[in-house]
C-alpha cells in the first residue's frame, strides 16, 4: 500500500551513541517533516523539507540533523543521543500544499535512550 | 508559537452513543483544520478537514463544527463504536506557512 515507511520501529541506544532514522514515501509528495511525540506534549516539529534541496527547522531542531536525499527519502539523525531525545519518532509528508488533505503520516519509531 | 489545546484529556462513552471531542485555537489567522485519530502504537490518521470558510463538514459517521467567533473546533461521532477508541487531535494551520500546529490529543474510550 502507498504510504510513509519508517525504520526502524523500535531502537534503544546509549547515551552519545548516534544513529539515523529512514523515512522513505511513495506518494510523489513534495514536503517531508520529522516530529516527535511525547506525553502531553503533542507532536513538536523538528525538522522539514518543503521540497527536495531544502531544509528548515521547526519547533525543537536542537541535537537533531536532518537530509532530503531525494523526493522519497528524508531521515534524521542524532548525532550524540541524551536521554531527553526519548520519544517517539514521526515522519510525515504532504503536497506541497499541506491545505490538501494535511500530512500522511508513518507508524513512528519509539526511541529509548539510556 | 501557536497554541492548540484541548478542552478534556480524556473520553469515555457507551458503544452506541454519540462522542464530542473538543479543541480550542489561538491564531485567528488558521484557515485549515484537520482531525487525526491515533491508535495505539500507530501513526495519526486523517478523518476529517474543514476550511474556515465553513462551519461544518460531515463524513461518514463524523462531523466537524468550526466556530471562528470563539476559535473552537469539535469533532461529533455518531453511533460510537468500540473502534473509534483513540486519541483524537485536531491541527491548525495558516496561509503563511505549511506547517500544522497540533494540540495535546483527548483520549476516547468506548465502553462495551
Known amino acids: 500500500n502507498a504510504g510513509v515507511t519508517q525504520t526502524p520501529k523500535f531502537q534503544v541506544l546509549k547515551t552519545g551513541q548516534s544513529m539515523t532514522l529512514q523515512c522513505a514515501q511513495d506518494m510523489n509528495h513534495n514536503s517531508m517533516y520529522w516530529y516527535r511525540q511525547d506525553p502531553g506534549m503533542g507532536l513538536r516539529l523538528i525538522y522539514y523539507s518543503a521540497s527536495e534541496g531544502t531544509t528548515d527547522k521547526g519547533e525543537v531542531p536542537n541535537g537533531y540533523n536532518v537530509s532530503r536525499l531525494n523526493k522519497r527519502e528524508f531521515s534524521l539523525r542524532l548525532e550524540s543521543a541524551a536521554p531527553s531525545q526519548t520519544s517517539v519518532y514521526f515522519c510525515a509528508s504532504s503536497r506541497l500544499d499541506p491545505s490538501l488533505l494535511g500530512y500522511t503520516f508513518g507508524s513512528g519509531t519509539r526511541l529509548t535512550v539510556v | 508559537g501557536e497554541s492548540v489545546g484541548l478542552h478534556l484529556p480524556t473520553l469515555s462513552v457507551q458503544e452506541g452513543d454519540n462522542s464530542i471531542i473538543n479543541c480550542a485555537y489561538s491564531n485567528s489567522a488558521s484557515d485549515y483544520f484537520i482531525w487525526y485519530k491515533q491508535e495505539s502504537g500507530k501513526g495519526p490518521q486523517f478523518i476529517i478537514d474543514?476550511?474556515?470558510?465553513?462551519d461544518k463538514r460531515q463524513g461518514q459517521r463524523v462531523t466537524v463544527l468550526l466556530n471562528k467567533t470563539v476559535k473552537h473546533l469539535s469533532l461529533q461521532i455518531a453511533a460510537t463504536q468500540p473502534g473509534d477508541s483513540a486519541v483524537y487531535f485536531c491541527a491548525e494551520n495558516s496561509n503563511t506557512g505549511n506547517q500544522f500546529y497540533f494540540g495535546t490529543g483527548t483520549s476516547l474510550t468506548v465502553i462495551p
Open positions: 474543514i476550511r474556515s470558510n465553513m
